[in-house]
């Protein structure tokens, strides 16, 4: 079963590990890590044609990796209308929120039974990095670690399907606060993060479930409607592939 769980992750749980992969993998990566990270604002219309223009593919390959994000539920596909990146409703938001912490629970659960030591000194890994990028004021990378860790997480559980729910869960919860948190716009606490990874170091359940429930808490309480931290211009948050491309091609 971790086998197969490993691979779900290698195939789209971690950007930085599909970019190496086929036309549509390495598309869906990029967009799924720009939502992440907060850099493509909720209802940004997701152009076929500028895509394919930043990406150096066809229609095709676009619409594989937009077909592969709305079945996550963070890309809407509109008849005749095209592509947006997903704008949560309020009553959206509290469907998702609610949803995720009972996934949540059963994932802290799970993570204690049958987290390895391999695991938990990863995880461990993975926050220090998280720390790091807030530390030195690169949020984006730093919101996408936190979501990272919630997917890790649930690698730990050992269990696909929770898996599954969960990468859909986080990358919706990134949209919902890309568009409704407020105050001092701090996402996933690396403090948070530390003493569950602790918890579950210990085995001790009870106390780790606590503990998500608390970090579920902290994150719905600073939700409102302001929204001032994505873009909805394409060529913006995808300029340094542009770059790229260009360097290449000299």
Not at 9 to 20: A, D, K, L, T, Y
Not at 164 to 175: E, G
Not at 215 to 228: A, C, G, M, R, S
């Amino acid at each position: 079963m971790n086998d197969r769980l490993q691979q779900i992750i290698g195939q789209s749980g971690n950007p930085r590990e599909v970019r190496s992969g086929t036309q549509d993998d390495v598309v869906y990566a990029h967009i799924f890590d720009a939502i992440l990270e907060q850099r493509l604002a909720p209802g940004t219309k997701l152009s076929e044609e500028a895509l394919g223009e930043i990406f150096g593919v066809s229609r095709t390959i676009i619409r594989r990796a937009l077909s592969r994000l709305a079945h996550e539920q963070v890309v809407l596909l509109r008849p005749n209308r095209g592509a947006v990146v997903a704008e949560p409703s309020l009553e959206e938001a509290r469907q998702i929120s609610f949803a995720r912490r009972i996934v949540e629970r059963a994932i802290t659960e799970l993570a204690v039974e049958h987290a390895t030591g391999e695991q938990i000194a990863n995880m461990k890994r993975l926050v220090k990095e998280e720390q790091a990028c807030f530390d030195k004021g690169d949020r984006g990378s730093g919101i996408r670690l936190s979501g990272e860790f919630h997917l890790q997480l649930a690698l730990m559980a050992n269990n696909a399907p929770l898996l599954n729910f969960q990468r859909s869960l986080v990358s919706q919860t990134s949209l919902i606060i890309a568009r409704y948190e407020t105050g001092n716009r701090s996402h996933c606490s690396y403090d948070e993060h530390n003493q569950l990874i602790k918890a579950i170091e210990q085995r001790d359940k009870t106390r780790a479930v606590e503990l998500m429930m608390h970090h579920l808490d902290h994150i719905d309480h600073k939700l409102n409607l302001q929204d001032d931290g994505a873009s909805g211009d394409l060529h913006a948050v995808f300029s340094h592939l542009i770059r790229d491309r260009s360097k290449g091609a000299k």
